[in-house]
């Protein structure tokens, strides 16, 4: 980390203001980019989906559990390694604490996974999270919000995510999906975000990004692990966390990629 200048309280301040004042316009920036994803157009969701939850067979409308707003999220099932992924885990880390405030203001969260209804149970007990999480196994969700890809695309070597043609080398990817009930049952799809869309709701990032040595990243997310994790990984041999979680590296590339 380069220090920055050492200087008296009252030069900090003075060059505190100024910074203020970008972050104060970032601030009205941010406010306007949200009005203008709430005036987004809508899309009818026609098709019928059912998941598998654990009180049974769910549809899309049942996930809504009464409430007018859903958010979704699509939780990267590593098959390969038998459990969720790194980055989707630290994402789930974060909704526990705002649960209780969005469903008492009109709006449900649901976590949704291509795996095994029993696979996703089992893991959601070791990781102690609250929110439901229902299977999308022989749905065709997860294709339709583009977060799983079939083998013979990803032999094309390019699939569609984020809204362009990109480079992938596994079969998930994560994303987040909201969706609208009307009073007549009708549901619409309203808004997904993928790859660093999805950076807005995770806080610690927000913290890390307050502190001088910020992210403190070599690439997307090299530090993180599965929050049972920490205690038996190896601590960094340098400030620059240069360790690797086994088997993330075909995520981690792509997430880099998405940057």
């Known amino acids: 980390m380069d220090r920055p200048n050492i200087v008296s309280r009252a030069d900090w301040i003075a060059a505190r203001k100024q910074h203020l004042a970008k972050e104060k316009e970032l601030t009205h920036l941010r406010d306007k980019l949200s009005a203008e994803r709430r005036a987004l157009p809508w899309v009818k969701v026609d098709k019928s989906y059912?998941?598998?939850?654990?009180?049974?067979?769910?549809?899309?409308?049942?996930l809504f559990d009464g409430r007018s707003q859903l958010v979704v999220q699509h939780f990267m099932w590593r098959a390969d390694l038998g459990q969720g992924c790194v980055g989707c885990s630290f994402e789930a880390d974060h909704v526990d604490g705002a649960l209780v405030h969005l469903e008492h203001h009109d709006v449900s969260y649901v976590r949704v996974s291509r795996a095994p209804l029993a696979a996703i149970e089992a893991y959601n007990k070791r990781m102690g999270w609250r929110p439901k999480w229902v299977s999308s196994l022989g749905s065709d969700f997860n294709f339709d919000y583009h977060v799983s890809f079939a083998k013979d695309e990803l032999a094309k070597g390019k699939v569609y995510y984020n809204y362009e043609m990109t480079e992938a080398s596994i079969e998930e990817l994560p994303g987040l999906s909201v969706f609208y009930k009307d009073e007549n049952g009708d549901i619409f799809h309203?808004?997904?975000?993928?790859?660093?869309?999805?950076?807005e709701v995770l806080s610690t990032y927000i913290y890390l990004d307050l502190t001088p040595k910020g992210r403190n990243e070599s690439s997307a997310m090299d530090w993180v692990r599965r929050h049972d994790e920490y205690e038996a990984a190896p601590r960094p041999a340098s400030c620059c966390g240069a360790e690797t979680t086994p088997n993330s590296e075909p995520l981690r590339a792509q997430a880099d990629a998405a940057r």
Do not use: I, Q
């Open 190 to 199: 309203t808004y997904s975000s993928y790859a660093r869309g999805n950076e």
């Open 50 to 62: 059912v998941f598998d939850g654990p009180s049974g067979k769910e549809t899309l409308a049942d």
